[in-house]
């Protein structure tokens, strides 16, 4: 169950390789955190996140899940949701992040982002949604971007397939609450393992700093979740620029 | 369409408004209904509900069925003789008091609340501010009707369901009605001796001294420090009898004029309880105190019941809401007490209202709250950064020193302290087991608790 602080019990991680989902646990394990299932497509990956959570939760349990086999979703997420037995809060966080330019050229990458990002996203949420639904109560935390809410030349991809997921999720939290709350996290760029090797943006956040954010926002039943929260200003400043000038600032 | 069908899916709280769940709320407005939801199949688990005074997830059940239990009133029978007094369940204390004060009868042990149901107060087997003499409300029940899940069953103390429905927060079934011993007054006035102290030694030094007394209960700063930690109002009180009374009110002492409430607004923004408010709140309270009279002949509904003047105040805390946080830890744990105090200042975690008394011995219930000791109650705005594993550590140290946490309270318990603090939770179990209630009744707090 949930308690009065609003920590979980019970929960579930589709992308469990994530490490702002991984940050999140360990915030969530200060409260009376006893089971965590971890789904991911690489077993090797969800192995790293187990080793790093193993102080802090006392039950941790590996499911295979790839969101990009769509119509197997359903039935991936069966097992992990038996075994925890009560599920009371489920992190999204799966996700991938393409190089533009290659993906420019290459029909079946936007396929696969929009199938991982968006589509199997979208289905394993209304397959955790179904649930809470049912069950009268829950915790659903959906890790967005910023740049679902902005359009960027040099990674509109990733930003329109998350969009899409931003949107759906908002939707899932006008369906779901209040019985259910849907934290939707929009965090700028943060330096994982996901973003290694790319050209950092002046301002950079760790996985720590959102998954912090994200624990303040569940406090205060906060449904979209900025991170810092400023960035809800730029966004509304950046949505007031002409086109021309906005696709050629460096963001 | 099936009753199922009709019951509305609500969403609902505890009195602390933290956490919530929806599920389908039936009224049982029969004991009928009672019984056919236990022995029909249909939305599971049920849980029963009187007036939401829990503080936490006690009268909830996330999915299930909660059946709104205040309907179930019957024609009072007061034995005008003996005080003793046969009624619904879903009566509350509030109606229970109006009925009998006029033909000089009394409620033997009262909360701090009169709206809450006769079988909600069977169930959190509540205290008053005399446990210390007349123990808690299971004491005073004579017998109890219960529908199980294996049938409608008459109970009597002394049984195994009856020392696990007293306390047993509503998990072994519904209680349609019960008898109840009253106790006899002269008057609707209690003489109280208040005594301001300036530290948690005086607070504790006053408070043994409640043997001389039938009431006696201390207000606490929560926010002084240092030396002044644990400084209050010690409330020490009987019953005022006839020759008490000025002229004006001994020719009618029992009846209880209009009561007068006022609402809380609906919606406070989160931060009005917050840090210095409640601090200077908790100043003024004691100051205003230290300069009241020492004694003052106060109207019982004045005396027990302050908040009740206030309705729906829960709603002060804000969107957020605030848990109730009660210990009781044994006479020679007082140091329990003095290091939750200093926890709470110096976290920064106020309480808004704190309350320490002395309980008299504990009682059969299974899972009774009370034993011999002393009794923190604070309230405590909820979901603050570190409220949380602070509360985890001042858990360990009150299961450490062998005190409990009450569970009427609770919101955020963890299983395995829970069972450490009660150790007849096996026996509980049993009952449990025995009348079928396991699989058909359950609430959030069972679940949270992991007792299905």
Do not use: C
């Not at chain 2, 006053?206 to 010690?234: F, I, M, N, P």
């Not at chain 2, 002229?247 to 210095?276: C, I, M």
């Not at chain 2, 309270?409 to 069972?419: G, W, Y």
């Amino acid at each position: 169950m949930l308690n009065a602080n609003g920590y979980p019990q019970r929960l579930i991680v589709v992308g469990g390789g994530s490490e702002i989902a991984a940050a999140i646990v360990e915030a969530l394990a200060e409260g009376p955190l006893e089971r965590v299932a971890l789904l991911g497509p690489r077993h090797a990956t969800l192995e790293r996140t187990k080793e790093r959570l193993a102080a802090s939760v006392k039950e941790l349990e590996m499911f295979p899940l790839d969101l990009a086999e769509t119509t197997a979703i359903p039935g991936a997420l069966e097992p992990a949701i038996a075994w925890l037995e009560q599920l009371d809060s489920a992190i999204v966080a799966a996700g991938v992040l393409p190089d533009q330019h290659e993906a420019d050229h290459d029909p079946a990458l936007v396929a696969r982002v929009f199938q991982i990002n968006a589509t199997g996203a979208a289905v394993a949420l209304t397959v955790l949604a179904e649930r809470f639904e049912r069950q009268g109560y829950g915790q659903l935390i959906v890790l967005s971007s910023v740049a679902a809410t902005v359009v960027r030349r040099r990674s509109y991809l990733y930003d329109a397939s998350k969009a899409a997921l931003d949107r759906f999720a908002l939707g899932l939290a006008d369906r779901l609450e209040p019985a259910t709350r849907v934290h939707v996290v929009r965090p700028l760029y943060v330096r994982t393992k996901m973003t290694e090797g790319r050209a950092e943006p002046p301002f950079v956040l760790s996985a720590e700093q959102v998954a912090r954010a994200t624990l303040a926002g569940i406090r205060s039943h906060r449904r979209v979740i900025w991170v810092p929260a400023p960035a809800r200003l730029g966004v509304a400043i950046l949505s007031l620029l002409p086109r021309p000038i906005l696709r050629r600032l460096p963001i | 369409m099936s009753p199922e069908l009709a019951d509305a899916v609500t969403l609902l709280t505890g009195w602390g408004g933290t956490p919530s769940s929806a599920a389908h709320l039936r009224h049982a407005i029969t004991r009928a209904v009672v019984e056919d939801a236990l022995s029909q199949p249909g939305p599971r688990p049920i849980i029963a509900r009187g007036l939401g005074r829990s503080y936490g997830d006690a009268a909830q059940a996330a999915g299930g069925l909660v059946l709104d239990t205040t309907a179930l009133r019957q024609p009072l029978e007061l034995d005008r003789e003996r005080g003793v007094v046969r009624v619904g369940a879903g009566v509350s204390l509030q109606e229970l008091t109006r009925a009998v004060l006029p033909h000089g009868w009394f409620l033997p042990v009262t909360p701090g609340t009169t709206h809450v149901t006769i079988a909600g107060a069977i169930a959190a087997n509540v205290h008053g501010k005399n446990h210390h003499r007349d123990g808690a409300f299971g004491r005073w029940v004579r017998r109890f009707v219960l529908a199980t899940p294996s049938g409608v069953v008459e109970v009597e103390p002394g049984s195994d369901l009856f020392r696990a429905t007293v306390g047993g927060m509503g998990l072994t079934g519904v209680i349609l009605e019960a008898e109840i011993q009253l106790i006899p007054v002269e008057t609707r006035f209690v003489l109280d001796r208040e005594i301001a102290t300036r530290s948690l030694e005086e607070t504790l030094e006053a408070l043994r001294h409640d043997t001389e007394v039938r009431y006696a209960v201390a207000w606490l700063d929560a926010t002084a420090s240092g030396t002044r930690l644990g400084r209050g109002l010690v409330s020490l009180a009987d019953h005022a009898p006839r020759a008490a009374l000025p002229e004006r009110t001994a020719s009618d002492p029992l009846t209880l004029p209009r009561e007068r409430t006022l609402a809380a607004p609906p919606f406070a923004p989160t931060g009005l309880l917050s840090r210095p408010t409640i601090r200077t709140f908790n100043t003024a309270w004691y100051e205003l105190g230290k300069r009241r009279p020492e004694r003052a002949l106060v109207d019982l509904r004045s005396y027990f019941y302050p908040l009740d003047r206030v309705r729906r105040w829960n709603r002060l805390y804000g969107p957020r809401g605030f848990l109730q946080y009660q210990v009781v830890v044994p006479d020679d744990a007082t140091n329990a007490i003095r290091t939750i105090l200093e926890a709470l200042v110096h976290h920064g975690h106020p309480s808004f209202l704190s309350v320490l008394k002395r309980f008299g011995p504990g009682d059969d219930g299974f899972l009774s709250f009370p034993m011999a000791g002393w009794t923190l109650a604070l309230d405590l705005p909820a979901r603050r950064p570190g409220l949380e594993s602070l509360l985890e550590r001042l858990d360990n140290l009150v299961s450490d020193v062998g005190g409990r946490i009450y569970l009427a309270k609770d919101s955020r318990l963890r299983p395995r302290t829970f069972e450490h603090m009660y150790p007849e939770l096996a026996r509980f179990q049993a009952v449990r087991e025995a009348v079928g209630a396991r699989g058909v009744i359950a609430s959030d707090l069972s679940r949270r608790l992991h007792l299905d």
